[in-house]
């Protein structure tokens, strides 16, 4: 189910709440947070499903909950080709689950992951505090904790520090390009309040499939979609009226990724290569993907894309290259390993 159908299903069901209640409604995002999250964790499970019927092509290990706090939440899954000398560091993708800001865990990325530590990398799936339960910029100082923690604890883990590609779905994605951005702009991390744990050259690439890196776009969606993403983003920033919110401002990588703001044309500091991809079914590529693309582009960024034309039949919805059912997420999965393989070179096959 695309996540238009998902949130209109949700939608369906807070549409039926009626009186006190519907005042409770306008004065909170929780009610509609509780019934978006339902929803999403249903696409969760056929996502999963649609995985398991296609194992990857060797033998995978994996490592879950593992803390990467002091207080032992959030924590990271690792995954590991079987049987790999841990003395021998693999180049790591590091990947950051979807769930519009409100829901997810790393689980849920660990189907997909295996095959990318089929074909000899580690793969690491990091989860973080969703939100209402905490609001931003918490999820990206998490993130970077965990960053930190994998370089310090990179020798027992078995992973190369030096050898690291960021990456997310959806809303990871959206964090995964800030992530990137507070990595290599030291004004950018102050501006989150924060010192970033990588150094720029530990980062050889990052990978963003079907996210959101303009949030001032976003106002202009409706329909089911906009109020899915407006409820969302009310409860991450809290804000109700977000758009206007300096949350909105640093969310929106677009506006700063590869950008002086004093000379538009001229990176601030050398970026990672980049494979960006969306479907031609989500809603979220034309007003996103694309134009994040596009930019990089004009800033010298080495960007690599994965597109369909917008009459491609089937249309491909949100998050389409987990539907490894179809050929079009197959390709999507052989760009995004040899996207890797060139960006980390090395790579153990």
Sequence with gaps: MSVVKRLAAAAGVVAAVAGGVAIV????????????????????????????????????????????????????????????????????????????????????????????????????????????????????????????????????????????????????AQLASQLAALTVDPEYARALGLRASLRPEQLRGVILQCGVYDIAAMADVHGVA??????????????????????ALTMSTIDVIGRDPDDPGHPIAPFPPVFISGGNGDGLTSIQSVPMSERMRASGIDVTTLFWPPDHEPPLPHEYHLKLDRPEAQVALRQTLDFVRRVTSGANE
Excluded: C, M
């Design 25 to 172: 409604l306008r004065s909170t995002p929780w009610p509609s947070v509780l019934v978006i999250r339902k929803a999403f964790e249903r696409g969760a499970v056929r996502n999963t499903a649609e995985l398991r019927r296609h194992p990857p092509a060797r033998h995978i290990e994996i490592a879950t909950r593992i803390p990467y706090t002091q207080a032992g939440a959030p924590t990271f899954d690792l995954v590991l080709p079987a049987a790999h000398p841990r003395d021998v560091p693999l180049p790591t993708v590091v990947w950051i689950h979807g769930g519009a800001w409100i829901s997810g865990v790393a689980a849920d990325n660990v189907p997909y992951l295996e095959h990318v530590a089929a074909a000899g990398f580690a793969a690491v799936a990091l989860d973080y505090t969703v939100a209402p339960e905490a609001t931003y910029p918490t999820a990206v100082r998490q993130l970077d904790e965990a960053l930190g923690h994998l370089t310090v604890h990179a020798t027992e883990l078995g992973i190369d520090p030096e050898r690291l590609v960021l990456a997310g779905d959806s809303a990871g």
């Design 226 to 247: 906009g109020w899915g993403f407006k409820t969302a983003l009310w409860a991450l920033t809290g804000e109700k009226d977000w758009s206007h919110s300096g949350a």
